[in-house]
Structure formats: C-alpha cells, structure tokens
C-alpha cells in the first residue's frame, strides 16, 4: 500500500509497504482522509524518536475485524493512545497516560498517512453520517482542544486569553467562544485575525495585551516568546495551560510562580465523544482551517507547503 | 524601642527606633513573641530588596487602637499582607494579592523583630486564652502550609509526598496528615525524621522513592534539586505545589510537563481562621520545632545560629 515513512528524521513516499494485519481486538481500517498536524512536523525534526508511517489525525472505515464482524463497514474516527488496560495508570481511568502505551503515528504504531491501518476496537468511534469526512477529520485535535475543558473550570465570566491562532489556537477559541467567556486571542497574521472574526471572536495584538489581567491563558504556540507573553498576561492567582510541546528546557522564575500563586497546566490529548457532538451540532467549524488537500502520493509536496506562513490544515485524501 | 533593622543586606540590632504611630483604621500592637522565617532570611541576602524593621511571624497585644478601644488588650496575631481594598485584585477577594500591598516586615511595612508594630484592626485576629504565646506565634506559617488545602483538593486516598522537612515541610506535614492521605515526606536529616515520628508521620529517603506514583508532590526546599525530584516522583496528570521561593531561574522540560498534563502550582500565603482552629484543638504540635528562644536584644545572636544545620524554629522574646 501507498503510505509516508519517517526513518532518520527524513520523510519518503512508499507505495510497497505491506498493508498491516490486525490482532486480537483489533481492527483494519481504510483511511478515508487525514490532517497534518505540529506534531508531525516535530517528529520529522526529530524532537522524539520515530520511524514509520507518521499521522494521527484521520477519518476512516472498517474494513476488517475478525472479533466484531458488525462493525465492518462503520465510518470511524480514533482515539491514538492505545493502552495495556492493566497499569496503574490505566486502573485509575488514565488511559492516554498508560505506562505501555503505544501511539497512532508517533510511538511505536504505524500511523495515518497510509491506506490502511490498525487500531482496537475499543479505540474507533463511530461517527454520524451527517459529519463529512472533511469535518470528522478534525476530531482528534478537537478532542485536544477539549481537554483544558476536561483539566480545569472555565467560567461563563473569566477573562481567558488564547496565545498563538494557528491551527491548534483557532480549534481552542471555537470551543472556548461557547463557554461565554471574555475570549480574547493573540493574533499576528491578517487570515488569523479574519478566521477568529468569521466566529465572532476577538483578536488583540500582542502589543495590546492589559497585563496580569487574565484569570485563564491558553498558550499554544510552543515558543518562549508564547509563554512570557502568557506569563505577564495572566493574573495573581490564574491559570496558565500549556497546550503545546516546546523544543528544549525553558528558564522560569519559579518565585514569581509561588509569590504570584500561578498554576501552570500541561495538557495533550482528549475526550473524542465530546469533540464529535460539537462537530455533529455545527457549534465548531474546522472546515474553515482547511487551505490544500493533497492526494497522499503527492504528500511529500503538501509537507513541503504547510511550514510556509499562513498555511492552516492541509489533508491527505485517499480515493 | 529595640528593633532589628536590615538595611543593605546587613542586619543590626538598635535601641532607639521611634515607636510606630498607627494611622487611622490601624492599632499599635507590643509584641510578645516572634519567630525567624527562612524569608527572613532571604531578605538579609537581597533576594527582594526591603530596608526597615524586619519580621513578620508574631504574636502580642493591641495597646492602641483609636477606632476601635474595645481591642485594646486583645492578644493578636497579624495576617501580614496589607491590602488597599479597592484594585481590582482585592475587589475579587484576593487580599494577599493586592497590587498595592504592603507585606509586614517583607514589603514597605515595618515588621515584628520589634517591641511594637502597627497593623490596620481587620488585619489582626483575636487568639483564643487557650493557645499559648509559643503556640500562637506559629500562626501565619501554618496558614500558609494551609494555603496548599485552600488551593487544591488533598483526598483521602491521595498518595502525597512533601519534599523537604524543615521548618515549613514539618508543619505541612502535620497538617496533611490531618487528611488521611497516604503521606510520606522526604527527610534527610536525623532530627527531622524524629520529629516527624513524634506526630506518626512517615520519612522516606531521597534515593527510594518510587518514581511517577505520587498524586501531590509538595516541594518545600525551595531548591532545584528538591524541584528535580518532585518532578521524578509525580504520577501523570499529577500535581506540584511550589511551596519555596526560589533564587534565580528554573530551568524546566516544559513538553514533558505537556505530554504527563502535570500541574504546578504556586503556593505563598494562607488563612488565619483555620490555622488558629487547629493549634487550639491541638491537632498541629509546633512547639515541638522550637530550639532555642532568644531575647530580641541578642537577636543577631540568634541569626548567627538559625543557619546551623538541624535548626527548626528560633523565637525571639519581649519582656
């Protein structure tokens, strides 16, 4: 099968791969469409170590399952971190924290960009026929997005401030927007500040910012500049969430951190069911993020094109 | 009056400072009693700068109080933030974060290392004939080790580990495991492993603690490597309470912080109220900390020796 293979920090197009064979509650799937997202483009940088087929973000279909016949034919989506069910972080309900975990793309399973892959059951989840494929392939960083919802209380009159309006940063405001917050998001780049205005979300310049204001900051931009910004806009006693992976230590004045009593949260994946009935109600829109789709024998060209300036989500189709 | 003054990094012990004259909504308070602080420390180095009467853990009696002369006698303890009532920040409750505040000893007011001190009336609170001077001067450290209640929900099921066992971590200590929590705190001397015996709470070695199971880490020393092992000894989706102030920058993994979902938490000052409750029900014991008492004329004395190993708590006496 056709397929995107990382091996030494170096990205291919194969078409020989052999399609993969599913195991004991697993099932194969054809993949119907699937995203580009940061963190592909951080492995290829080798911020963590992978070789095989990248992406995790995809909609698909059932085409094999050997423990669930009836399932064949379902349209899905999936939940990437696939868990033992047996440590103790999987025993407390932690199933994306799992101790053995491996990940769709990005630990040790092969990913997305691909005709085909496997995945459990128990981690494909059924989507609506009335969400297209084009909007279903935006669960996976919907969910993500949904996880600051999952981690902490926003509160319908906080004041929360959205660092960073790329990819990750448009999906956090769409959801945050429905909490009736004071929603306000750091954008520089005129399609940024037009996508935040076609939901009626308020953008500011960096520049503009009313410092120690802000009860919640979302940062998503993985850069030091992001979390100084966020730093100096959250209030005594707010909170900072860390939405994005950073590249390297970053230096921190821990004694204004207690002085000024901040909480700092990380956050990555999570909950998919919530994600799909935003998506199925229409209250989020990621259609909006989608600039190219590239057929995935032309992928390597749509590698090439997303870290151009401006570029939102590029999808892999398959036919 | 006698004070110990801090002025360039060099604290002096004087006798002819003018007693204070509280201004209206203030009361002048005779100290009876008052402790050394690893802040007060702190101050002497020039991590903040601060020049003035130094202290701020006290206990005495309100001998003027114009507004209020039914207070007069009253036995005290001070809550030491001052706070101007109308910003933004104390509009919103948060009066310890006021951000125009004066801090007792620490910022802009003069403090306790004093025969008399002036605070306003609604900062000192009335202590009860049951609690003795030596008990009652540990008040304002043990609201602020309850800070941590206030901040974050401990469960009875909770693993938690306090990293560091000095002065602060022993009153943590004491009051975690009011909780019922699963409590263990990292002690490396003798003398503290002892103490925190006394109240049945287990010590454990910094070389044995299991890695990535604890819910709470307390990090109590203020230094990077008591930060490096809180930061080993958290579960995914853990928390980090920041209960030390640190000199200079931490260098931090902040991906990793993102891909466990830690949470990190800043910690300074606490309520009064219940802090004063459990001295009087005795369910805190910290006259167990103290090791020596020394009249304020030899306080410098008492500096000399507070930074000798195995000391917990100098208090320094009025007659």
């Known amino acids: 099968m056709q397929a995107l ?118 981690n494909l989840i059924s989507v609506s026929e009335s969400i297209p ?60 500040r037009q996508l935040l205005a076609t939901r009626q979300i308020g953008w500011v310049d960096e520049n503009a910012i009313s410092q120690h204001t802000f009860d919640i900051v979302i940062e998503a931009t993985g850069s030091v500049e992001g979390f100084a910004l966020a730093r100096q806009a959250v209030r005594p006693r707010g909170t900072i969430v860390l939405k994005s992976t950073y590249k390297g230590d970053i230096s921190v004045n821990f004694s204004s951190l207690v002085v000024d009593e901040i909480r700092l949260i990380g956050s990555r994946c999570g909950p998919f069911a919530p994600a799909l009935r935003l998506l199925e109600n229409r209250l989020v829109e990621p259609t909006l993020l989608i600039d190219y789709r ?9 590698f090439g094109r997303i870290e151009q300036p401006g570029i939102f989500k590029i999808l892999l189709f398959l036919t």
Do not use: M
């Open 5 to 122: 293979w990382l091996e030494n920090n170096q990205l291919t197009y194969q078409d020989n791969i052999p399609i993969p064979k599913p195991r004991q509650g697993e099932a194969l799937v054809h993949v119907n469409l699937a995203g580009i997202c940061a963190t592909d483009l951080e492995l290829i940088k080798g911020y963590y170590p992978y070789t095989g087929i990248l992406g995790h973000e995809f909609v698909g279909e059932i085409v094999q399952a050997i423990d669930a016949p009836e399932r064949v034919g379902e349209r899905v989506v999936g939940e990437i971190n696939i868990a033992c069910g047996l440590c103790d972080t999987c025993l407390r309900g932690h199933f994306t924290h799992c101790e053995r975990r491996t990940v769709l793309g990005i630990i040790n399973q092969a990913g997305a960009f691909a005709e085909y892959l496997c995945l459990p059951l128990k």
């Open 133 to 192: 494929d084009e909007v279903a392939v935006f669960t996976e960083p919907l969910a993500a997005a949904l996880e600051i919802q999952e981690q902490i209380t926003i509160f319908p009159t906080n004041r929360v401030l959205v660092v960073g309006a790329g990819r990750l940063g448009q999906l956090i405001a769409q959801t945050l927007v429905l909490t009736g917050c004071h929603l306000q998001v750091v954008a520089r780049h005129e399609k940024q």
């Open 294 to 302: 590239y057929p995935l024998s032309e992928g390597l060209q749509a």
